[in-house]
């Protein structure tokens, strides 16, 4: 830096200086004019107007010049350095030791508190909580048979011995000598449990023997099972089989003379069919063969009445058409072709029995709110003979099966059937027979059942002025002891009208007995 350049400088640091000692010189005089007795007030700072250039700003002097600045203006940090200090920098010589009052005895928490442990890894995780308990859900029937298992099919076997009192064994018109009478009776429920295919069945069979009649000592027995194969997700298998054993009552319009005791009479047969579903189209056909058999009659002379002729056996093909609209309505059509032939081509009466016939049905399955269920069917069927003789059968068909449950411990069953059926009466083409069953059942307590049953059938010979009506009503009590044992009472009153000369009867049956099922 040149010396006038220097000189200029100073010039100008000066005018700085006197610049801030003007704004200082009018203090004294401001204090002059203060009373005397009144305490000097502290002076604050003067505000600095303007920002002064530091000298570290500056340029320096060239490289081998010495500074003509004085050491506080080219370092003004290092006066400050120099002077002494009350901040001691040092470390105290008792910063490490806690601090302790002198009044205080013995040792402060600090001092046995244990030093917080160093954390080197995570603490491990905890357990998972385990699950609230659920609730177990209550059994809709706590006495219903829990049922033996065999690998994966359960059987729920039952045994029933009853003793009672029927007032016309024979079921025969007049005058009749009742009878005590005892009945054992097996059944024997099938349900398989497997993830595919299913296997469902039910068998019952009876025996009643009557002491001071002992012709009229009958067997009966009933079942059905069915099995269904599960070919793909659309498409199903079909098989079923069926039996059924009955015996006819003395006075029966098919028997031409008196006969002793009850004759019996055989019906099964077994089908077999396929289902599909096309979306909601779903179609069925089925295949079937029933056979009937009916028993040699014991006439009162001793001689034999056959009933080889009354034998046959029927074919049937079915297809069946049915649409789901909703899950709880499903409508269907449905067409049957059948053939009946008898084992004698001509029956005992110079008759050609054997037949070939149509029936055409509309019905529907339905499911209302989950209180009424059933399916509803009815069509018309038309039966033509071999023999010229006998005209065509022709007359409504149909059946009916609704499940109404009006409250959680009331359930009431309707059960309706219209059907043509075969007689070796002469002249007569066949019967047609009417049935309706009503049942209502009221459960007092969850182990206490009360039923009421009433049923009414007719059944008319075509080509005679013959009629049948038959009307059943009585009651039965259950009561269930455990899951095992269980009590059973009945009482039921008969009553046949018929338009047949003798015919008519009235019997009334009380029984009481002991289940035992598993």
Wanted: hydrophobic share 30%.
């Amino acid at each position: 830096m040149s010396r006038f350049a220097q000189i200029c400088w100073l010039a100008g640091v000066a005018g700085c200086c006197g610049a801030a000692g003007l704004t200082v010189w009018p203090e004294p005089a401001t204090a002059q004019t203060q009373p005397i007795d009144m305490p000097a007030r502290p002076r604050a700072p003067a505000l600095r107007t303007g920002t002064p250039d530091y000298v570290a700003q500056r340029p320096g002097p060239p490289p081998g010049e010495a500074s003509a600045l004085p050491d506080g203006v080219a370092d003004p940090v290092a006066p400050v350095l120099g002077r002494s200090s009350a901040i001691a920098r040092g470390q105290p010589p008792r910063a490490s030791q806690p601090l302790q009052s002198a009044r205080l005895r013995g040792v402060t928490q600090r001092q046995f508190r244990a030093p917080q442990p160093m954390v080197s890894n995570l603490p491990p995780t905890p357990p998972p909580a385990p699950e609230p308990r659920k609730r177990k859900r209550p059994e809709e029937d706590p006495y219903a048979p829990l049922g033996l298992r065999l690998g994966n099919v359960i059987l729920r076997p039952a045994i029933t011995g009853s003793v009672g009192y029927d007032s016309n064994p024979e079921r025969v018109s007049g005058p009749s000598k009742g009878s005590l009478f005892t009945r054992t009776e097996g059944e024997l429920g099938v349900q398989s449990d497997w993830n595919v295919h299913e296997l469902t069945g039910m068998l019952r069979g009876g025996y009643s023997r009557y002491y001071r009649n002992d012709s009229a000592s009958r067997p009966d027995a009933e079942g059905n099972m069915s099995l269904r194969l599960d070919a793909t997700r659309d498409t199903r298998i079909l098989l079923e089989s069926r039996l059924r054993l009955d015996t006819q009552r003395p006075g029966s319009p098919d028997l031409t003379s008196a006969v002793q005791g009850r004759p019996i009479t055989w019906a099964y047969g077994a089908a077999a069919g396929v289902t599909h579903d096309f979306n909601r189209l779903q179609l069925t056909l089925r295949g079937s063969v029933d056979r009937q058999d009916y028993e040699d009659a014991e006439l009162g002379n001793g001689r034999i009445l056959s009933q080889a002729d009354r034998n046959q056996t029927q074919y049937g093909l079915r297809l069946r058409a049915a649409y789901e609209v909703t899950p709880g309505f499903k409508p269907f059509v449905q067409g049957e072709i059948d053939t009946r032939q008898f084992d004698e081509k001509v029956d005992s009466s110079g008759y050609m029995r054997s037949s070939d016939g149509y029936t055409v049905r509309l019905g529907s399955t339905f499911e209302i709110s989950r209180m009424l269920t059933g399916e509803v069917s009815g069509g018309y069927q038309d039966r033509k003979y071999e023999d010229g003789r006998l005209r065509n059968l022709r007359g409504f068909v149909g059946d009916a099966a609704i499940l109404w449950t009006p409250t959680p411990l009331t359930t009431v069953t309707l059960r309706g059937t219209a059907e043509l059926g075969d007689t070796t009466i002469p002249g007569s083409s066949g019967t047609t027979a009417r049935r309706v069953n009503l049942e209502v059942a009221h459960a007092l307590r969850r182990n206490l059942t009360v039923t009421g049953l009433a049923s009414y059938g007719r059944t008319e010979y075509d080509g005679q002025d013959l009629r049948e009506d038959l009307t059943t009503i009585g009651a039965r009590i259950e009561y269930k002891l455990t899951r095992t044992f269980s009590i059973r009472a009945s009482f039921t009153h008969e009553r046949l009208n018929s338009t047949n000369q003798g015919s008519d009867y009235t019997a009334n049956v009380a029984q009481v007995g002991l289940r035992v099922q598993f």
